[in-house]
């Protein structure tokens, strides 16, 4: 038989697996994806290429806090688009004042930074606290154990985990962790190099471990003591995820002095450009002009645009009621893991966080006869099964399954998602 010269096309039958076949071929094994191609997403759902539908209770890891293809932010981004993308920080723009307003009177008086992501947002952190240490020879930053700060050099010196600072020794010097909701352990700790403290209100990564409330008003008072920079990493805890902007407000609430607790310097991103790429730090007075003219700078940080998105955000999470909507649908959902746990002892441990940000502990995989064959933690097999059923989560460590949906999550958006992990629950116990 004849060729045919030249060779037809390959007919692809299958475009999970083309697509899949470009990953394999042409990016960077750094992430261990599951098997699932998205196309498209409207609310609180996204659609995968073959047209099946997952409700969103992921959030793209606490990204879309508007949930996907919200016409808000289509409108900001559009609009600010047609005028303006990006000029560089050597000019003055509006969105980006009026953004920084914004965050400062959520706050309280005090300046920010911008730039482009959580990692480059705590670098400024470490900066702001080397140039605050730098004439008394102050450096050392004290992290807790399990934290998790980004994936630069500095963020995986900062990070307290093993895992991600493996095979990149040596080590960024000048950070050191200590166990986390340990004030005793915090104040041994401090050495006379020791410049700054920093913590996540509730550690994300680490598999949703929040703060206490005594911890962070000892910490407070520690660090005025002995003259150190409290900083706070947000950037998945922050952006009224918790009910309030900040996570340390709500764990606060109604707790003598908690009112008028407040970090030095916060870090945030995820939610706060809903997708766009963005991240920021606020500085308090009177440490928000120590990083002065050339001290600091990122080309992106703070465009036009990111800014118009960010701050359109805002005026919908206000308008909409969206940081109470979280704080109760939230504690409903909370409330509903616990009662999961209770009825399903062989499968889920218990219940952890604040608002939409919160854990299911899920018991050891050898225990669970489901799981037991399957090398794989019962994270993510939980989550595995998760998908099957039509549910985004993110696994977090070996035992916890993270919710971190859109702040406009529905009632019954989260009913449905209950219903179906009490459906995995009941299949595996
Ligand atoms: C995600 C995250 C970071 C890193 O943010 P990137 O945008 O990925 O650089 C830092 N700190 C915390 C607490 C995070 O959850």
Redesign the pocket.
Known sequence: MKDIVPPPPPIVRNEQAAIQALFQQNVMPTYARFDIVLSHGAGNYVYDINGKRYLDLGGG??VCCLGHANPEITDALTKQAQKLVHISNLYYNEPQGRLAAALVKQLAPGKVFFC???????EGLYKLARKFGHDEGRFEILTAVN??????LA?IAA?GQDKVKKGFEPMMSGFRHVPYNDLQAMREAISPATVAILI?GI???GGIAPASAEYLLGLRQLCDEKKLLLMM?????GHFRTGRFQSFQRTLEGVPGGETFMPDAI?M??SLGGGM?M?AFWVREPHAELLGPGTHGTTYGGTPLACAVALRIMEVIERENLAENARVLGDWLKSEITRLAAKYPGVIKGGRGLGFMLGIELVEREKIPGFAAVEKTSSIQFVNRLHDAGVLTIPSGAQVVRLLPALNLTRLQAEEGIKIIESIAASLS
Not at 116 to 122: L, V
């Open positions: 890891i606490a482009n992501s959580g990692a480059e947002a705590n934290s998790f700060h980004g994936r630069t963020g990070t996540e550690q994300g990564e990493d947000s950037v998945q805890c870090s991103a995820k790429p991240g």
